[in-house]
């Protein structure tokens, strides 16, 4: 048996998540049949971050193990050729020891959320960018976002389906900048909540709009209560970046 890392990229428009769903399609199971007709094996692959119905992987890491012998490069076209035509590719294949999870074995994730900041609505990305027409102000967003940083509750920045542990987490770091005509969000922590990334762009939204102050995002934090958040950024400007491995 040989434990497979494949690092992928996809288009999260025309899936319900990443997961395995009974009512549509899933980035899962269109790797993991396409798979399965390459190599005759029932397989499961394990990723590094679920991600919702419309969210998009720059760099989704995920591992398979397979008992047939194929190399890295057939492994790669195989499964590229045979996922056609949804918007998936496996960008690389590499062999992993044994004891490797994608999962388990990450020790950081890191988002994108892209912000489109302009009057006229998006032709070419659109479902990739989230349109906001109005001006943002681009200084009070990084206020506000100051006050997530850290080890927090973020209870207010989870969604009720949420199935963590706990509500606890330490956000690394939240850089809120403007390139072009976009406003870009990068976070990056060991974990995230189920909408968390979303939950934060969404009120980091409304202070760029003047709708809230900066203190607002520390109130709406220190509330502990999803009855506080403001706004939850819709999906399609959310992007999974990279899981991070020691």
């Known amino acids: 048996m040989t434990r497979w890392r494949l690092t992928i990229e996809y288009d999260g428009g025309p899936f319900m998540g990443w997961q395995r769903q009974d009512h549509g399609p899933s980035v899962q199971q269109a790797l993991e049949e396409s798979i399965a007709k390459m190599t005759g094996e029932e397989v499961r692959l394990h990723c590094a971050g679920r991600t ?77 960018v989230w349109h906001i027409g109005k001006p943002l102000d681009l200084d009070k967003m990084v206020e506000g976002a100051a006050h997530l940083v850290g080890h927090h509750d973020f209870t207010t920045f989870r969604s009720v389906h949420c199935q963590s542990d706990s509500p606890v987490k330490t956000l690394d770091s939240l850089a809120v900048e403007r390139v072009g005509e976009e406003i870009h969000i990068r976070a990056a922590a060991r974990s995230f909540l189920h909408h968390q990334v979303r939950s934060m762009t969404g009120c980091l939204a409304l202070v760029g709009l003047g709708r809230w102050s900066p203190d607002d995002v520390k109130y709406a934090r220190e509330a502990k209560d999803r009855a506080a958040l403001g706004l939850n950024a819709p999906p399609e400007g959310l992007y999974f970046v990279e899981a991070v491995y020691p």
């Open 52 to 128: 919702d119905a419309g969210v998009h992987a720059l760099a989704m890491t995920a591992h398979v193990d397979l008992d047939r012998h194929v190399t890295a490069y057939r492994l790669r076209e195989g499964i590229n050729a045979l996922v056609r035509p949804y918007p998936v590719s496996v960008l690389e294949t590499v062999e992993a020891d044994t004891g490797f999870h994608a999962r388990f074995s990450c020790v950081g994730r890191r988002y994108l959320y892209r912000i489109l900041n302009r009057r006229a609505p998006p032709a070419l990305d659109k479902g990739k």
